[in-house]
């Protein structure tokens, strides 16, 4: 598996990857072809590439998509389903079904993180559905905490700076 950066051409992937995302149980609840006419959901690619936005796609060996994670920020007034401030990223990952458990999610989100924390931001939210354990698990692990509510799924955040103190930390 590869990890390259997302880029503007990415952004039918990316459609994909937000129904895929809002699917994770296994039931279509949404096609990638209701993205673009969902106002919530399209907030997620809609004018992806903006300043701001970063992220990356995993590959295959054969160079195909296996799945991408990227952030960006959103207003006050046009918030995402884990936002908790106009200067905190919010993070959306997605994994292909036919990759899901192999580590896929995993190397996109450590790669995205990454791509956060490089870009300067202080800290990446995200939200998780309730049911989707192992997801939260993955979150939870690199120490996302939660911090609030949204419908049927509880906001979290990881407050980069602490995250790179502690893994420093474990490193000594």
């Not at 998509?65 to 006050?76: D, E, S």
């Not at 046009?78 to 190397?107: N, Q």
């Not at 997801?135 to 407050?159: I, K, T």
């Amino acid at each position: 598996m590869l990890l390259r950066p997302a880029s503007t051409t990415d952004l039918d992937l990316l459609t994909d990857l937000v129904a895929e995302a809002v699917n994770w149980g296994g039931e279509q609840r949404v096609t990638a072809a209701d993205v673009p006419t969902d106002d919530h959901l399209v907030r997620y690619v809609e004018g992806w590439g903006r300043s701001g936005d970063v992220g990356v796609v995993a590959l295959d060996e054969a160079g195909e998509p296996l799945g991408a994670a990227w952030a960006r920020v959103f207003a006050t007034g046009r918030r995402g389903w884990g936002f908790v401030a106009e200067d905190v990223p919010e993070l959306s990952l997605g994994v292909l079904p036919a990759r899901r458990g192999a580590g896929v999610g995993s190397a996109l989100l450590d790669g995205c993180l990454g791509a956060v924390r490089a870009h300067g931001s202080r800290a990446v939210s995200l939200s998780v559905e309730d049911g989707n354990d192992l997801a939260r698990g993955m979150y939870e692990r690199r120490g996302f905490v939660v911090v609030g509510r949204e419908g049927g799924s509880d906001v979290l955040v990881l407050d980069l700076a602490e995250a790179t103190r502690s893994a420093g930390a474990r490193k000594v």
